[in-house]
């Protein structure tokens, strides 16, 4: 990705979070995060993550592309950037680009992983509401990407 294009990503993803947002966002993660401690706060946004796919199901697919088509419809009503999914073989991994996790209040860094934590749960609801067992989740890949959220829905570890 060249610097311009790394530029115009932050700039877009930096306007998904309301103004009058930011600062509440990123407190209430570094609150979370520093009070519970980081895997209990994974565990509660996961959790509203699943709330989330609850409230919002999407219509049912018999595909992947028709899954990834109403995903995207679903996060371009919340604003939420967009997705991408494809069959990696022991897992789907799902690529979620142009989200609300840049905040410029957030000095600490905790919303990023807040709202990882929030999607982990989102798409697994989602995903479980088409179909799929209990025993798959979706998880974060640390290592895959700096620009996206990466995760890999698969059975749990």
Do not use: C, K
Not at 92 to 108: L, T
């Amino acid at each position: 990705m060249t610097n311009s294009s790394e530029t115009l990503l932050a700039y877009y993803a930096e306007r998904q979070v309301a103004p009058q947002w930011r600062g509440f966002l990123a407190a209430i993660a570094v609150e979370l995060f520093e009070n519970v401690g980081p895997e209990p706060a994974r565990g509660f946004l996961r959790q509203t993550g699943l709330r989330l796919a609850s409230q919002s199901p999407l219509s049912p697919s018999t595909t992947l592309e028709d899954l990834q088509a109403v995903a995207n419809q679903a996060l371009a009503q919340m604003d939420w950037g967009m997705v991408s999914l494809r069959d990696i073989g022991t897992a789907v991994e799902i690529r979620h680009e142009a989200g609300p996790w840049r905040i410029r209040e957030d000095r600490a860094g905790a919303w990023p992983a807040a709202f990882a934590a929030l999607l982990e749960g989102l798409y697994t609801g989602w995903m479980r509401g088409q179909g799929a067992g209990e025993t798959l989740v979706a998880r974060l890949d640390l290592d895959a990407s700096e620009n996206e959220v990466v995760l890999r829905f698969a059975r749990a570890a």
